[in-house]
């Protein structure tokens, strides 16, 4: 017998007439979990910021995930419906945010948050790539809780199938949330942090951010094999979906990356900030 998805109450915490949705309380730990984290690489070799920078990053980083992913989702996943409707693009409480769009918005960040401190942007992103897979943990999981973008149809048995209630078909399906969450998070932050400790790797800025790039990616394309492609859009071009096509060029931009970043002569490290 396929699991049952276990009810759980989309609210997290009820304060009064305040309500705190499972997807605000990820996004709050992520950030959270990813500045102290983000302070703590700031405190070694390269010093890609200060510590006052870093705490001012967690501004630029949080308008960059909101305004990209949504504008990302806009015009990725459902432009149509948008152009028509232009009064629901601001109307994120209903849903839509995309990681590809959120990418695009923390790296447009990354390079004016540079050039505003003048920074050396490799090192910048180096350190911010390490950090994005705590976020990305806490998003999946928060998907899972809400019991959405659900897996696909199991074909034959598997102990941890399960249905979701918000599934029309009511069939037993992979709990791909959870495969997104260890790869794409859990997997991917262990891998970002090993890496990091290597003083060869993260002495050649552009590496850790290539690898990510590449990573990500290829987590994202696995995954989504096991993931429900989305109802308005469903298989395009060779049976792949979007979130696949999106990736690919995260792929060989990161594997270009981090190939001329580790041909690149290291830089000297600047003097830890007093």
Not at 149 to 178: C, E, K, N, T
């Amino acid at each position: 017998m396929p699991l049952m998805f276990p009810q759980i109450d989309p609210v997290a915490i009820h304060l009064g007439p305040l309500a705190i949705h499972w997807y605000a309380l990820a996004y709050i730990c992520g950030l959270l979990g990813g500045w102290s984290y983000l302070r703590w690489l700031v405190r070694r070799p390269p010093f890609a910021m200060t510590l006052e920078q870093a705490d001012d990053f967690v501004t630029w980083a949080t308008l960059g995930v909101v305004l990209g992913g949504r504008l990302g989702f806009v015009l990725f996943y459902k432009p149509a419906f948008y152009f028509a409707n232009p009064q629901e693009i601001l109307e994120v409480w209903k849903g839509g945010m995309s990681f590809h769009g959120g990418a695009l918005g923390v790296i447009t960040a990354i390079v004016l948050f540079s050039r505003k401190y003048g920074l050396n942007l490799f090192a910048v992103g180096d350190v911010i790539c390490v950090v994005q897979p705590l976020g990305e943990f806490f998003g999946r999981i928060a998907n899972f809780i809400n019991g959405e973008l659900y897996g696909r149809p199991v074909d034959g048995h598997l102990p941890w199938a399960m249905i979701f209630p918000s599934d029309p078909a009511h069939l037993p399906r992979h709990p791909s949330q959870l495969y997104e969450a260890g790869l794409e998070g859990l997997a991917m932050l262990l891998l970002m942090h090993l890496l990091w400790r290597n003083e060869k790797v993260r002495g050649k800025p552009g590496t850790l951010a290539g690898v990510f790039l590449a990573g990500y990616g290829s987590a994202r394309i696995i995954c989504e094999f096991f993931r429900e492609p989305d109802s308005y859009l469903g298989f395009l071009w060779g049976g792949a979906t979007m979130g696949q096509l999106l990736s690919i060029p995260l792929v060989l931009a990161g594997i270009t990356l981090a190939v001329i970043s580790q041909r690149r002569a290291a830089p000297p490290v600047p003097p830890a900030a007093p």
